[in-house]
């Protein structure tokens, strides 16, 4: 329901709403989820269902501020490999602010601010996965 309203709110043609819900969910890694409430969820599982809502109408950029920032590393390395398959599988350009530098070295191109100006820009030759992430 969680990812199912703004579907039908936006009124969604073609694959119904509950369809396109349950794609959401196994992209994001919960369809064996899919009859739990919200609260029922942890927090890196309420994490995902907020990507999958957020990329249900197939945004072209996708913006994350702090995504893992409430989470353990664990939890954190499972949202960002949603991230990353939504990026690869969708070809949603994704946005990611974070202070958290081994974050920053899974990005093609990083951008560093400061006192709300960019400071400096970098491109990463080599993308580190999630799972080779430390922090």
Known sequence: ENIELPLTLS???GKSTHERALELLELVGLL???SHRLEELSGGEQQRIAIARAISKNPQV???DEPTGALDSTTGIV???ALERVNRELGTATVIITHNVDIA???DRVVHLSNGLIAEETRNAVRKPPR????
């Open 105 to 107: 070295s899974m990005a």
């Open 32 to 34: 064996d989820r899919k």
């Open 132 to 135: 080779e992430l430390k922090w």
């Open 11 to 13: 009124g969604q043609v």
């Open 79 to 81: 949202v960002l490999e």
């Open 62 to 64: 996708l913006l994350c």
